[in-house]
């Protein structure tokens, strides 16, 4: 497995197993090798639209569907509160865990708050609508807007 590979699979390890975005030296430590090999991979995570780092170049704002930090939409599961970038990326959340999760969000139109159970089988029943304003091809235009 390329060094890379191995830089994103820790990093979502980290997502999963803490809910909380993990730092270049909190991965170097679990890969073994130095923080700034470790930068070097963000980085080139980030020229293939792997991650989004935020303005000081190191820490991770998302490393989709996980966002680095809170949002409106939250997950919980097994006691722990995940931070997704959108309603999408929170079903992607619960997707990538594999366990039952609970949703949190709400309405962009009625400010009405959201709660949806997802457990193995996918969601409950529900009457959401998600909509997006930008065209998923114009996403990465500016992903922290969109």
């Known amino acids: 497995m390329?060094?890379?590979t191995q830089v994103k699979l820790a990093i979502y390890r980290h997502f999963a197993t803490t809910a909380v975005r993990p730092s270049a030296a909190t991965?170097?430590?679990q890969l073994n090798v130095e923080p700034q090999a470790v930068l070097d991979a963000f980085h080139r995570l980030r020229a293939q639209r792997m991650l989004v780092l935020e303005e000081d170049s190191e820490s991770i704002r998302m490393a989709p569907p996980f966002s680095g930090m809170p949002t409106q939409h939250v997950v919980t599961a097994d006691g722990l509160l995940y931070f997704a970038?959108?309603?999408w990326d929170a079903l992607g959340i619960v997707a990538a865990l594999?366990?039952?999760a609970v949703v949190h969000s709400r309405?962009?139109?009625s400010a009405e708050p959201l709660r949806l159970r997802v457990g193995l089988d996918g969601p409950e029943a529900s009457d959401w609508v998600f909509h997006c304003l930008v065209p998923a091809a114009q996403w990465w235009a500016d992903i922290v807007f969109t």
Do not use: L, M, T
């Open 107 to 109: 309405c962009e139109g």
């Open 2 to 4: 390329d060094f890379d």
């Open 27 to 29: 991965v170097a430590a």
């Open 85 to 87: 970038n959108c309603a």
């Open 98 to 100: 594999h366990k039952p």
